[in-house]
């Protein structure tokens, strides 16, 4: 693994025709609901979304909330009611949360200023925003309860401006393009690469496996544990161990995580590259718990 870290610089050319097309749809929109992942809030946000919408009513989704740690969801939706900002926690694949985000556009949309508009039995008018990965697609299937956005051969990517009607009240406008993150630094980089965001083609599976179990046996010890049967003792040994340096420390983790998921190759050295995918997939896949990688206090949400 690169123990320098890589400096990530990717930004796709399609991202300022995105960004044009939302401004002009946003003349037709009565509110932006911006949907975010769980276990990343500040890094899976795009920062142009507050300049873009304006004074424009805004909503939060908390995605793929089964996956992050339920006490920190709860402390995200306290973070955004302190702001201003209605949040509501969601999971697309269960459909948790999706009525009450439903019953949130309506609660959000105020009737005097429904009535002025001259917009009695209007729907109300909610565009989709959200960069890769956080499930947008997912959302709205679910809450249209069809298959009903259309994605391109790129991630995130929709085809084509959809007006779908989930109730007598709701219409949504799913944005045609996707807005990317900006990778401001290398924290955000990476957390956007451990949740599938950036694709392993960009960044090594080795380091993006390397660099997460960093994190994770900071701050889910026990979640390793429990995953890999991994005995206390034996990360004791590793992580009291004065003579190792810390990234030979990780190392060191990965190597017994390896031993005991039998990713041994020829000679009896562990194949850290299968390594690094175990950890990856287990992650990004509930495997290893529910885990939340950005805490409240941890960075800005704008």
Known sequence: MNENKTNINWYPGHMAKTKRQIIEDLKLIDIVAEIIDSRIPISSQNPDVKEIIKDKKRLIILNKSDLACEQENRKWIEYFKNKGIPAVIVDSVSGKGIQEVLQKIVEIYDEEKYQTKGRIGKSIRVMILGIPNVGKSSFINRIAKRNTAQVGNKPGITRQKQWIKVSDQIELLDTPGVLWPKLGNQEVALNLAYTGTIKDDIL?????????????????????????????????????????????????????????????????????????????????????????????????YL
Do not use: C, W
């Open 204 to 300: 090594s599976t080795l380091d993006i496996g390397y660099e997460l179990l960093k994190v994770l046996q900071s701050n889910y010890l026990s979640n390793l544990q429990e995953r890999y049967k991994l005995q206390e003792n034996e990360i004791e040994d590793i992580l009291q161990n004065r003579d190792l340096e810390e990234n030979e420390k990780i190392v060191e983790l990965m190597n017994l995580i390896g031993r005991k998921r039998g990713a041994v190759i020829s000679g009896g050295e562990i194949d850290l590259e299968r390594v690094a995918s175990i950890i990856l997939d287990d992650f990004r896949s509930g495997k290893l718990g529910r885990i939340t990688l950005e805490g409240v206090g941890e960075g800005t």
